[in-house]
Each structure stands twice: as structure tokens, then as C-alpha cells.
Nanobody, 126 residues
Framework: QVQLVESGGGLVQAGGSLRLSCAAS????????MGWFRQAPGKEREFVAA????????NYLDSVKGRFTISRDNAKNTVYLQMNGLKPEDTAVYYC???????????????????WGQGTQVTVSS
């Protein structure tokens, strides 16, 4: 079992920045692709960003490219999402997830992820 705990959410004005963190339990973090997803009220969960085990493969949702940066620190069992230039449409609950079967692929499909955190709320005011 892998436990994921997100932190760093909050309320920020449009144009501001937040840095989300996701700490993972266990000794196998470096073997997992890690992803960030989000879900806004009344909408389906959507992919935001993913990073493979060594950071050599990274994918982003088109609307966050150039504004968000995903990174990981395998020594700290932590994945990060730096969010700059936030917009009201970025408002959502953000979830981190671990994918354990395809370590070289930064998967964008939620159904491929095996473990999920509880989520952290990000609210961007206009």
C-alpha cells in the first residue's frame, strides 16, 4: 500500500502562485510514475501533469503548459506541482496519484493510477 498526502493548497488571487506537495509512504516511491489531477465542482476529474520515475518524461495538460511545473525528489519521497500565473479556471481540488506498472511513461490517464491522495483545495479569486 502507498499512502499519499497532499499539502500546499489555499486561496490565491489570479496571477498568484502556489506550490503543491505530495508526500508518499513506503520505500518504492522512486519506482512510481507520479501524477497530478484536479476536479472542479460539477466537472470530471482531469489530468494536469505527470512525471516518470527519473523525470525524463513529463506531460502537461495543454492549458497549464508554461505555467505549471511538476518535479520530484526521490530522496524525500515527494512530488511537487509549482503553479504560477494562476487563473480562476484553475480552481479545483488537486489530487496526486501514483502509477506502479509503467515506470518509464508519464501516464495521462487517471484509470492507470493505482493510489490516490485525499486532495487539496486550490481556489483562485478573480
Amino acid at each position: 500500500q502507498v499512502q499519499l498526502v497532499e499539502s500546499g493548497g489555499g486561496l490565491v488571487q489570479a496571477g498568484g502562485s502556489l506550490r503543491l506537495s505530495c508526500a508518499a509512504s513506503g520505500r518504492s516511491f522512486s519506482r512510481y510514475t507520479m501524477g497530478w489531477f484536479r476536479q472542479a465542482p460539477g466537472k470530471e476529474r482531469e489530468f494536469v501533469a505527470a512525471i516518470n520515475t527519473n523525470g525524463g518524461s513529463i506531460n502537461y495538460l495543454d492549458s497549464v503548459k508554461g505555467r505549471f511545473t511538476i518535479s520530484r525528489d526521490n530522496a524525500k519521497n515527494t512530488v511537487y506541482l509549482q503553479m504560477n500565473g494562476l487563473k480562476p479556471e484553475d480552481t479545483a481540488v488537486y489530487y496526486c496519484a501514483a502509477e506502479t506498472h509503467w515506470p518509464q511513461v508519464a501516464s495521462t490517464t487517471a484509470g492507470l493510477y493505482d493510489y490516490w491522495g485525499q486532495g487539496t483545495q486550490v481556489t483562485v479569486s478573480s
